[in-house]
C-alpha cells in the first residue's frame, strides 16, 4: 500500500517562500502520478500542480509561474517550490498518488493514495 508524507508547511508573509515535500512509500510500479492539492477553510479542495514518472507535469493557471513541482524518482519524493505567496494561498496542502499515468493529472478523481496535510499559512 502506498504511503504519502507531506512536511515543509509553515507560516510566512506575503511574497515570501516555501517548499513542500511528500515522500512515497510502498509503491510497487515504476509508472506513477504524484500531485498537490489544497483546501481552505469553508472551500473545496483544488488542484495545485502535478507530475508524472515520466516527466509530464500541469498546473493550475493561478499559480503558473509562481509555484514548481518536481520530483525525485530516486526516493519517490514530490517537491512543490512555492514563491511569491499569497494570503489566498493560505490552505492545508494535499498529496495525492496513483500508480499509473492518467490524462487528466489535476483531477482528484484521478488519485487512489491521500496524505494527510500539511499547513500553509500567508500572512499579510
Known sequence: RVRLTESGGGSVQSGGSLRLACAG????RTTYTMAWFRQAPGKERQPVA????AGSSSYLEFVRGRFTVSLDHATKTVYL?????KPEDT????CAALEDYSTDLLGAWTY??????TQVTVSS
Request: charge should be neutral; charged fraction near 10%; aromatic fraction near 22%.
Open 81 to 85: 517550490q512555492m514563491k511569491s505567496l
Open 112 to 117: 487512489t493514495y491521500w496524505g494527510q496535510g
Open 50 to 53: 502535478a507530475i508524472d514518472s
Open 91 to 94: 490552505a492545508m496542502y494535499y
Open 25 to 28: 512509500s510502498g509503491f510497487t
